[in-house]
């Protein structure tokens, strides 16, 4: 049901406040009423009424006159139509309350407000407009792709900042300059003519377009014709893509497939070799010479194992399982036991190893496991890239806020073109002295990823002939 339109009578005079209400409830409305402009405007502010009449002069001459002026200089009744009287219109006995006038006045205050409400409409979608607008422009201003939008003509309508930087362009582009003002890259601009004209049922034209220069990104360009409500193509928006690092990848993994199958190959190939003999009696009867044909093959067989051990973990530390189960450990403690362990090795070459490790080293946050392959792996290099009667050192100590460990030795050292490289998979020294001793090249690559997965560090220094020096630092 239609709520009832409430009118508003202010005047001191109560007669025709009572006449007022008896003529106009009849027509449906409900009457509200008021003796002097400041129960008037109480009336406004606490009912807002739809509709006002109002005597011109009640006690004071300007009464209705400033009370009618207050309620049309506030921004929220505006809207409310006053229909003012004089007591000559009452006095003469004039009908001041006809149908026609109160409805004309209820009718446009119903336009008055519908106005409003479509102005207030209009100005949020504007405002919602212009909103939409600042984001969409924040987004394309902030893509990390490159964004190009040409006309029919092939000039340039946009281009963001991310299309400026992977097209090489340092200065502004204005708006319908050539798109070969922008870029001579003779690919590019065959794509998107391409684009122009593609044929039915294709949607998209895209092209890997190859570096030109050393340093120019690899980019992967999609371009799509823009249609208008008739269908006709009338530009073409082009998206540019900086691949370089997916390049970079796909020939890094190459790379390591390739080292991969190489390191496998020549171990099975040695082990295949040395069953021929046997199998094929090449070899003799000789007990002895079996045995070194067995004893090689099964030590090129752990080789092997290593190799894959070595690949297991970098797979692991890839996968982001580097720094796994991490508690607070006593490296003091740790590292002799892993010298210990290397006694048997260090005494097959007459390398002695001596400790420097305090006994009240400070505990560090680490994982065992992998911590023990570290310096595992550093002692164990010491010692096989040491002389006959050689000597390891294996010191600790605490800075401010890392524990220092070094691992030294006085073997054949490390040629300073290949100090750089150390600690690349699969890198090895090539050297007479280096041939005979077996290794993966991937020891010091993990040693490395596990240190720094500590939020640590590890150094070398080494000089050729005289011996290495390997240190790592832990935090605290």
Not at 109 to 133: D, G, I, P
Not at 183 to 211: C, I, R
Not at 424 to 436: I, N
């Given at each position: 049901?239609?709520?009832?339109?409430?009118?508003?009578?202010?005047?001191?005079?109560?007669?025709?406040?009572?006449?007022?209400?008896?003529?106009?409830?009849?027509?449906?409305?409900?009457?509200?009423?008021?003796?002097?402009?400041?129960?008037?405007?109480?009336?406004?502010?606490?009912?807002?009424?739809?509709?006002?009449?109002?005597?011109?002069?009640?006690?004071?001459?300007?009464?209705?006159?400033?009370?009618?002026?207050?309620?049309?200089?506030?921004?929220?009744?505006?809207?409310?139509?006053?229909?003012?009287?004089?007591?000559?219109?009452?006095?003469?006995?004039?009908?001041?309350?006809?149908?026609?006038?109160?409805?004309?006045?209820?009718?446009?205050?119903?336009?008055?407000?519908?106005?409003?409400?479509?102005?207030?409409?209009?100005?949020?979608?504007?405002?919602?407009?212009?909103?939409?607008?600042?984001?969409?422009?924040?987004?394309?201003?902030?893509?990390?792709?490159?964004?190009?939008?040409?006309?029919?003509?092939?000039?340039?309508?946009?281009?963001?900042?991310?299309?400026?930087?992977?097209?090489?362009?340092?200065?502004?582009?204005?708006?319908?300059e050539p798109i070969a003002h922008m870029t001579n890259d003779p690919e590019l601009l065959s794509l998107v003519e391409a684009a122009m004209n593609l044929k039915e049922g294709q949607e998209m034209a895209s092209k890997?377009?190859?570096?030109?220069?050393?340093?120019?990104?690899?980019?992967?360009?999609?371009?799509?014709?823009?249609?208008?409500?008739?269908?006709?193509?009338?530009?073409?928006?082009?998206?540019?893509?900086?691949?370089?690092?997916?390049?970079?990848?796909?020939?890094?993994?190459?790379?390591?497939?390739?080292?991969?199958?190489?390191?496998?190959?020549?171990?099975?190939?040695?082990?295949?070799?040395?069953?021929?003999?046997?199998?094929?009696?090449?070899?003799?009867?000789?007990?002895?010479?079996?045995?070194?044909?067995?004893?090689?093959?099964?030590?090129?067989?752990?080789?092997?194992?290593?190799?894959?051990?070595?690949?297991?973990?970098?797979?692991?530390?890839?996968?982001?399982?580097?720094?796994?189960?991490?508690?607070?450990?006593?490296?003091?403690?740790?590292?002799?036991?892993?010298?210990?362990?290397?006694?048997?090795?260090?005494?097959?070459?007459?390398?002695?190893?001596?400790?420097?490790?305090?006994d009240d080293l400070p505990l560090v946050q680490a994982n065992r496991e992998d911590v023990t392959r570290v310096f595992t792996n550093l002692l164990d290099n010491a010692i096989k890239y040491n002389h006959h009667g050689?000597?390891?050192?294996?010191?600790?100590?605490?800075?401010?806020?890392?524990?220092?460990?070094?691992?030294?030795?006085?073997g054949i050292g490390i040629p300073k073109k290949d100090v750089a490289h150390l600690f690349d998979e699969f890198y090895r020294v090539k050297s007479k002295e280096t041939r005979a001793i077996t290794g993966t090249g991937?020891?010091?690559?993990?040693?490395?990823?596990?240190?720094?997965?500590?939020?640590?560090?590890?150094?070398?220094?080494?000089?050729?002939?005289?011996?290495?020096?390997?240190?790592?630092?832990?935090?605290?």
């Amino acid at each position: 049901m239609k709520p009832k339109a409430k009118i508003l009578v202010v005047d001191d005079d109560l007669d025709f406040i009572e006449i007022s209400k008896l003529s106009l409830e009849g027509q449906g409305y409900q009457i509200l009423s008021a003796f002097n402009a400041k129960e008037g405007w109480k009336m406004v502010e606490k009912q807002k009424p739809d509709l006002i009449i109002m005597d011109l002069m009640m006690e004071r001459l300007d009464s209705g006159m400033a009370l009618s002026q207050q309620i049309k200089g506030h921004p929220q009744y505006t809207a409310i139509p006053i229909l003012m009287l004089t007591s000559i219109a009452r006095d003469t006995g004039m009908d001041f309350t006809p149908r026609t006038r109160v409805t004309r006045g209820l009718e446009r205050r119903s336009l008055l407000l519908e106005a409003k409400k479509l102005r207030e409409e209009r100005e949020r979608n504007l405002l919602e407009l212009a909103n939409e607008k600042s984001r969409t422009q924040t987004i394309i201003h902030c893509m990390g792709d490159g964004l190009l939008v040409t006309n029919r003509d092939e000039q340039v309508v946009f281009c963001n900042p991310a299309g400026r930087r992977l097209l090489g362009v340092k200065r502004p582009i204005q708006v319908g300059e050539p798109i070969a003002h922008m870029t001579n890259d003779p690919e590019l601009l065959s794509l998107v003519e391409a684009a122009m004209n593609l044929k039915e049922g294709q949607e998209m034209a895209s092209k890997e377009l190859v570096a030109r220069m050393p340093n120019d990104p690899a980019l992967m360009a999609n371009c799509a014709p823009v249609k208008d409500e008739k269908n006709q193509t009338i530009g073409v928006v082009t998206v540019l893509r900086d691949i370089t690092e997916l390049k970079e990848l796909d020939k890094a993994k190459s790379t390591f497939v390739s080292m991969v199958a190489h390191e496998l190959r020549a171990p099975l190939a040695a082990i295949e070799g040395y069953l021929d003999v046997i199998l094929e009696g090449v070899g003799g009867d000789d007990p002895q010479k079996m045995h070194r044909i067995l004893e090689r093959s099964r030590e090129r067989t752990r080789g092997l194992l290593a190799l894959i051990n070595d690949l297991l973990a970098i797979s692991r530390m890839q996968a982001g399982r580097l720094a796994k189960e991490k508690e607070k450990l006593p490296l003091g403690i740790l590292l002799k036991e892993i010298a210990e362990l290397m006694k048997g090795e260090a005494l097959e070459k007459k390398v002695t190893i001596e400790m420097a490790v305090p006994d009240d080293l400070p505990l560090v946050q680490a994982n065992r496991e992998d911590v023990t392959r570290v310096f595992t792996n550093l002692l164990d290099n010491a010692i096989k890239y040491n002389h006959h009667g050689g000597r390891v050192f294996l010191r600790a100590g605490a800075d401010d806020a890392f524990v220092r460990v070094e691992v030294q030795d006085t073997g054949i050292g490390i040629p300073k073109k290949d100090v750089a490289h150390l600690f690349d998979e699969f890198y090895r020294v090539k050297s007479k002295e280096t041939r005979a001793i077996t290794g993966t090249g991937l020891g010091l690559s993990i040693a490395k990823k596990i240190v720094e997965g500590h939020n640590g560090h590890i150094e070398v220094e080494s000089r050729l002939h005289q011996g290495s020096t390997f240190r790592v630092l832990l935090p605290l």
